[in-house]
């Protein structure tokens, strides 16, 4: 239809009918007229990553069936939508039945599925398709309501000031649906307005409120107890937590809330394995949509990084991609701890994978147990090794019968080496003087030092040694020797 229709020329008074042009009702029809704004390619990405990795349909939360220009599209992707919201997997499967169920598979409807995912790299950053795809649906949408603006103006079926008005909130709603994803320049406010700016912590110095915590550590170092044990202090004190765990086992769960006396729901909510659906990514809607009315903002651990990761822990781009997800709650609000495990090397014995990882936290600790590898919890140190927060040096906790217990020794934060190696002794009385430097190298205590502690110690009269050869035990002056 040519907008350059006019109506019929006449005379005042004149009788006579007005040029009949028909409204464009239907925003389809106008779509299937080529030329008009698209990117098909943009819009493939999106549905192929969605199809790939359906955890990432937070991220295309800003779109809807009919901002997709090929009808095709708008039905694959009115069906993701309807199997999110029943819970459903989203894949290629999955999205293939349903459409079947409708009768709007098509004769190549799994072959064409098939064909947006393949050969599809991994994309990092999905919004800038989103982005695209909106913009683009936003264009059409804005030459469809301009068309039935003019159909109606041309018809004089209101006066101008009602016709302008009709359309009012067509134009507003399209004003804002950039909104969705992003904001002028000009109008973004000052950081001192969009809240409070004075540092909150939910646990000193440990937990900053809306930062992401690294707890790291060698497997059995206690690391997800304590993450346990401060989920259930912060419930205790009227902030929510939500536990997402794909590590461990129901029965090593209950046992540890058992011995700690936590006592899960209410406040204190734990997503395990165990469950019907799988615990969910951290930046899940449903997630999400939990944290955004949760006041005060809630308490998120991750348990543990590689078990959601599900990539290679060594590429950059799938970190990162990883440990923005849990930057977004952290973004609204949330504080979340993910639970990791530490390299192997000396060079990355913080934290294993990419230097990104460290690279996302606001705050990072290592956790040595210094009770020795058997499993036994004893004096845990925390050892800082990133802050954002200004914090720097050690945290030392004390295990017994189920409570840990900060030192607060003001001391302990900058706890000596030769401190941490009486510590280590003083919780392995008898121990070989072999056993006791691989366990101080374990410990990030070095292999050198140990020995020397052991040798001055023994000059200083300050340990003491039992037995001949290979069978020396080593014992601080004044504990009891080895049972006979």
């Not at 009269?461 to 080895?482: C, D, M, T, W, Y």
Request: glycine share 10%; with cysteine.
């Amino acid at each position: 239809m040519s907008t350059r229709v006019r109506p019929e020329q006449r005379r005042p008074g004149a009788t006579g009918t007005k040029t009949k042009v028909q409204p464009i009702a239907n925003p389809q029809d106008l779509a299937m007229k080529e030329g008009l704004p698209s990117n098909q390619d943009a819009e493939r990405f999106v549905l192929a990553s969605i199809l790939l990795n359906d955890s990432r349909f937070s991220e295309a939360a800003p779109l809807e069936p009919d901002d997709f220009s090929i009808e095709r599209h708008r039905r694959i992707f009115g069906c993701m939508l309807d199997l999110q919201a029943l819970g459903e997997h989203v894949d290629s499967v999955t999205v293939a039945e349903e459409l079947a169920r409708r009768n709007q598979l098509g004769p190549d409807g799994l072959g064409y599925l098939a064909s947006l995912t393949d050969g599809m790299p991994e994309i990092v950053h999905l919004d800038s398709y989103v982005r695209i795809v909106l913009n683009k649906s936003t264009l059409r949408r804005t030459i469809f309501t301009a068309h039935k603006l003019a159909n109606e103006c041309l018809l004089e079926t209101a006066a101008p000031k009602d016709l302008l008005a009709g359309h009012l909130a067509e134009i507003q709603e399209l004003a804002g649906r950039g909104s969705r994803l992003g904001q002028a320049i000009a109008d973004i406010p000052a950081v001192r307005d969009c809240g409070k700016h004075e540092i909150e912590y939910l646990r000193k110095p440990e937990l900053p409120r809306g930062a992401v915590v690294g707890l790291t550590g060698d497997s059995g170092s206690g690391k997800s107890t304590l993450a346990l044990a401060w989920a259930g202090e912060v419930a205790a004190a009227g902030t929510p937590v939500l536990v997402l765990d794909r590590e461990n086992p129901i029965s090593v769960v209950a046992e540890r809330l058992e011995r700690l006396g936590i006592t899960d729901g209410s406040l204190l909510r734990y997503w395990g394995g165990w469950l019907a659906e799988p615990p969910p990514q951290p930046n899940d809607p449903a997630v999400l949509d939990w944290v955004k009315p949760c006041e005060p903002r809630p308490l998120i651990i991750v348990d543990s990084k590689v078990a959601f990761h599900g990539g290679d822990e060594n590429d950059a781009s799938e970190t990162r991609a990883f440990m923005q997800q849990c930057r977004t709650v952290a973004d609204l609000g949330g504080t979340v701890i993910v639970v990791h495990h530490d390299g192997k090397a000396d060079t990355s014995k913080d934290y294993r994978g990419s230097s990104d990882f460290k690279a996302s936290l606001d705050e990072g600790f290592h956790v040595t147990n210094l009770a020795g590898p058997d499993g036994r919890l004893g004096t845990l140190c925390l050892r800082s090794y990133k802050s954002r927060f200004g914090f720097s040096g050690e945290l030392l906790y004390r295990y017994n019968a189920g409570r840990f217990v900060r030192d607060q020794d003001p001391r302990a934060q900058s706890q000596t080496i030769s401190e941490r190696l009486t510590e280590l002794l003083r919780a392995n009385p008898g121990i070989k003087k072999t056993a006791f430097e691989k366990l101080a190298a374990d410990s990030d205590l070095g292999r050198n030092k140990a020995r020397d502690f052991i040798n001055s110690g023994l000059l200083a009269g300050k340990i003491r040694r039992e037995g001949k050869g290979n069978r020396q035990r080593h014992f601080l002056v004044g504990e009891p020797s080895a049972q006979k």
